[in-house]
């Protein structure tokens, strides 16, 4: 059974970092695309920023730039290091793995930036 574990949400001020983490155990098959998405109440759940298992990346316009996503294959876990963040950036984030043909999520994260 495939696990996520997440960590490194809470709250911190405007223009403060922080850096997220996602762990997947329990796959007996290869790690693809990780990815985060954010939600706020009332609204869908949208792509932050995604890594493939071969390092390429990709991120949401809205912030290119802060967000730098990296991940660790020995370890099956990415890290969102989330920098200059913005009270808009108050969200859950969700851990997101592809493994083959199947996907994951995690629980979500809050994240509050306050002004």
């Known amino acids: 059974q495939v696990q996520l574990v997440e960590s490194g949400g809470g709250l911190v001020q405007a223009g403060g970092s922080l850096r997220l983490s996602c762990a997947a155990s329990g796959s007996s098959f290869s790690v693809g695309r990780m990815a985060w998405y954010r939600q706020v109440p009332g609204k869908q759940r949208d792509l932050v920023a995604s890594?493939?298992?071969?390092?390429?990346?990709n991120y949401a316009d809205s912030v290119k730039g802060r967000f730098t996503i990296s991940r660790d294959n020995a370890k099956n876990t990415v890290y969102p290091q989330m920098n200059s963040l913005k009270p808009e950036d108050t969200a859950v984030y969700y851990c997101?793995?592809?493994?083959?043909?199947?996907?994951?999520w995690g629980r979500g994260t809050q994240v509050t930036v306050s002004s």
């Open positions: 997101n793995v592809q493994i083959v043909a199947w996907t994951y």
């Open positions: 890594v493939t298992s071969g390092g390429s990346t």
